[in-house]
């Protein structure tokens, strides 16, 4: 299971977990909230009628036809007003009047009047100085047919003469916290869709950083050139992470490097330093003009390519250690390409080779200008050693579907099939047709890291026309 996948799992779980409490909580808040909200409007209800009543409560007036007309014209009322979504055409209050004994004066529906109700709640706490209330069903056993009663007492000189309750039916607020919980209900799924979607972003982002960081340390581990983008992680734990990498990527690369080239530089040295010393050595002795001739030529030859392997091996160093390019920037082929030929024609002039150059003059390429001029100036080296004198050097450009690819072809004897692989090989080399010797073996290897460094990659093959080489960029 992936690491993205089970941080997921894990925020999917506390987000499920964290909702269904906090909305079962709220839902179960809502109806005790709505229900206290209205018990205490008919608190301030039930004493504002106390008020009214107390007078035909002492007058004997309770049961006249102007307070029943009253009580009619009320219970017929048509609000017809809209409560937030809700509408409410009815008054849905019931009102009922008990003497101090408990005794039903006055009931607005008409159906307890002369009942004694001294043993409810709300009139038997009410008539004993406390805050008088119950709930009660309307239908035994439907808890929906609940209907709540607030009593207040009506008050004469300090004494209670009477109790006025008022009735609201809970099912007449039921659409107000049906209301409010499927509001509650699509916000919190709306919350939790949300969450669920930043969590998953959140994953998939950090999994991503991660995998890069992976797959960077991988490539550094296995010796491969690795970029660790600019940006791409930058606070935070895995910003220090990639810092720490990319410190020690450096630290190992360079240590592994110097020990490397430390034992190649050694090995290589010893063939000509041991011809050098034994030149010198012999020339200390006496000996004709033309032998002290032919080892002084001697010394100069593995001088020279004394200061040729370490030329090319510093910067296959340098293209080897750096990670990408520095300046890469669109270059026309024909002015680069001239100026190489312009450098080797002594060279080209003293082999009397043809050369033809077959470059468009708006063709281009995108890349470092002074590794690329290294890397063609290295296949045009490699191009005269294996060209006969009088020969030809053919340098073309082309565009083969996605690739633009630079093309350096040479007549000369095909490269042996054993040695095809190999020709990228640090100090790997064929003898020279003309002189029987060996270079050091770095161009071509040069040549390829330079293709690396640009995405592309250096192609060697057998032609009719002769030896291919081709540089082919993405």
């Known amino acids: 299971m992936s690491l993205s996948l089970r941080i997921f799992i894990v925020y999917l779980l506390f987000v499920a977990l964290c909702s269904y409490f906090v909305l079962r909580t709220v839902m179960d808040e809502i109806r005790p909230g709505v229900r206290q909200t209205t018990e205490e409007t008919l608190v301030d209800t039930a004493n504002l009628l106390a008020e009214f009543l107390r007078e035909p409560l002492l007058n004997h007036q309770l049961q006249s036809p102007s307070i029943r007309a009253i009580l009619l014209a009320y219970g017929q009322r048509q609000p017809n007003a809209s409560i937030w979504g809700v509408n409410k055409s009815?008054?849905?209050?019931?009102?009922?009047?008990?003497?101090?004994?408990?005794?039903?004066?006055?009931?607005?529906?008409?159906?307890?009047?002369?009942?004694?109700y001294s043993r409810w709640n709300d009139v038997y706490l009410t008539l004993q100085g406390k805050y008088g209330a119950r709930s009660s069903l309307e239908i035994q056993g439907d808890e929906s047919s609940s209907i709540m009663y607030v009593a207040a007492p009506i008050v004469h000189e300090k004494k209670i003469?009477?109790?006025?309750?008022?009735?609201?039916?809970?099912?007449?607020?039921?659409?107000?916290?049906?209301?409010?919980?499927?509001?509650?209900g699509l916000?919190?799924?709306?919350?939790?869709?949300?969450?669920?979607?930043?969590?998953?972003?959140?994953?998939?982002?950090?999994?991503?950083?991660?995998?890069?960081?992976?797959?960077?340390?991988?490539?550094?581990?296995?010796?491969?050139?690795?970029?660790?983008?600019p940006g791409l992680i930058n606070s935070g734990e895995l910003g220090q992470l990639a810092q720490a990498l990319e410190s020690m990527r450096k630290q190992l690369d360079g240590k592994a490097y110097i020990e490397h080239y430390i034992q190649t530089l050694t090995h290589e040295l010893k063939s000509p330093l041991a011809g050098i010393r034994a030149a010198s050595e012999l020339l200390q002795s006496p000996m004709s003009e033309e032998q002290r001739k032919k080892f002084i030529g001697n010394i100069d030859t593995e001088s020279l390519r004394l200061q040729q392997l370490i030329e090319r091996l510093l910067n296959l160093a340098m293209v080897e250690q750096q990670q990408k390019l520095h300046d890469p920037q669109t270059l026309l082929l024909k002015p680069l390409v001239a100026s190489l030929v312009n450098a080797h024609a002594a060279r080209i002039a003293q082999q009397a080779i043809q050369l033809h150059i077959n470059i468009d003059e708006n063709a281009s390429v995108h890349g470092e200008k002074f590794l690329l001029e290294q890397a063609l100036s290295n296949l045009l080296d490699n191009a005269l050693d294996f060209t006969p004198q009088g020969g030809e050097i053919t340098i073309q450009h082309a565009q083969e579907g996605t690739h633009n690819v630079i093309q350096v072809i040479n007549q000369g004897e095909?490269?042996?099939?054993?040695?095809?692989?190999?020709?990228?090989?640090?100090?790997?080399?064929?003898?020279?047709?003309?002189?029987?010797?060996?270079?050091?073996?770095?161009?071509?290897?040069?040549?390829?890291?330079?293709?690396?460094?640009?995405?592309?990659?250096?192609?060697?093959?057998?032609?009719?026309?002769?030896?291919?080489?081709?540089?082919?960029?993405?």
Not at 166 to 184: E, G, M, S, W, Y
Not at 434 to 456: C, D, I, Y
């Open 414 to 474: 095909p490269i042996p099939d054993f040695a095809m692989t190999r020709l990228t090989e640090k100090f790997f080399s064929l003898p020279r047709p003309a002189t029987g010797r060996k270079s050091t073996g770095l161009g071509l290897s040069f040549v390829q890291e330079v293709m690396s460094l640009h995405n592309g990659e250096l192609r060697l093959e057998n032609t009719p026309q002769g030896v291919s080489a081709q540089l082919r960029f993405s």
């Open 161 to 184: 003469i009477g109790v006025v309750s008022v009735a609201k039916p809970n099912r007449t607020v039921q659409p107000f916290i049906d209301r409010t919980q499927q509001r509650l």
């Open 90 to 116: 009815q008054v849905n209050h019931r009102i009922y009047v008990t003497d101090n004994k408990g005794i039903v004066l006055l009931d607005s529906s008409g159906i307890a009047e002369g009942q004694d």
């Open 187 to 229: 916000l919190g799924a709306g919350l939790i869709l949300l969450g669920l979607i930043s969590g998953a972003l959140f994953s998939w982002w950090f999994s991503r950083e991660l995998r890069r960081l992976r797959e960077y340390a991988l490539k550094v581990s296995q010796g491969q050139r690795a970029v660790l983008a």
